[in-house]
Each structure stands twice: as C-alpha cells, then as structure tokens.
C-alpha cells in the first residue's frame, strides 16, 4: 500500500496536477501521540477472550504497523547522509520480507519513540544549526 501511495504521488505530480507541493514522506510521516495509549488500550484488550480479543489483536496489529511505516521513514530520513545508505535499505527490506513480521519491532519500536520525542526533527536542527567557526 505505501509503494502504491507513492507512485500515485508520483504519477500526479509528473501530469502536474498535483495542488499543493510534493512532501518528503520520510520527513513529515508521523502519527499523533495518543496513539501510543490507543495501542496499550488494545494491548490490554487480548487478556480477554472471544470477539473482545480478535477485535484487539486486529486493531492493535494496524496501529503497530502504521508505527513501522513512521519508524521506516525515520531509517530512510536518518540514512540519508550516510554513504554505505542503498545498500544498508536493501539488506533492511530484504529482512523485513524474509522474517516478516518479526523484524518490524524495531521500527514499530522506533515510531513509538517518534511521537514522543522527535528524532528527524533533532537531526534537521543538528543540520541546520550554524556552525560558529564560519
């Protein structure tokens, strides 16, 4: 889904129709904090049994990936400057699709931390901060 997002994106900025300017998704993807409370209400919720805990697993299972999605970008966003960066990508995703679902803790992980502490937006102010010896 986020490969087809994307290329729609793409699409309609190369016809010129798109409205408003081309984000950069690996630097403005983010999801709200309360999600984070969102996610342990669901978590809470599988202690249960019957439909209550598929309900849960379910609902707690899109909110962790939508969490990965945001903690991929903030690899992609991070990565960026680094020169060793194509191929750090590709051995990621490599993993990702051979281990599915188990290595997408650590960017779930990752967007969690997100929410509450911004780390792209950290590393965009390291960037920008004017150095004193110019």
Do not use: C
């Amino acid at each position: 889904l986020g490969i087809n997002l994307w290329l729609a994106g793409r699409i309609v900025q190369i016809s010129q129709l798109l409205q408003r300017p081309w984000e950069d998704l690996p630097e403005a993807l983010a999801l709200p904090s309360n999600m984070s409370g969102l996610a342990l209400l669901f978590l809470l919720g599988l202690l249960n049994d019957g439909p209550i805990r598929i309900l849960s697993s379910s609902a707690l299972a899109a909110i962790l990936t939508a969490y990965a999605l945001v903690g991929m970008g903030i690899i992609h966003a991070v990565t960026r400057s680094m020169s060793g960066r194509s191929t750090l990508l590709t051995l990621l995703y490599l993993i990702v699709i051979m281990l599915m679902p188990w290595p997408l803790i650590l960017p779930a992980a990752l967007g969690m931390i997100d929410s509450f502490y911004p780390l792209r937006r950290r590393k965009v102010a390291l960037a920008t901060t004017p150095n004193p010896e110019d």
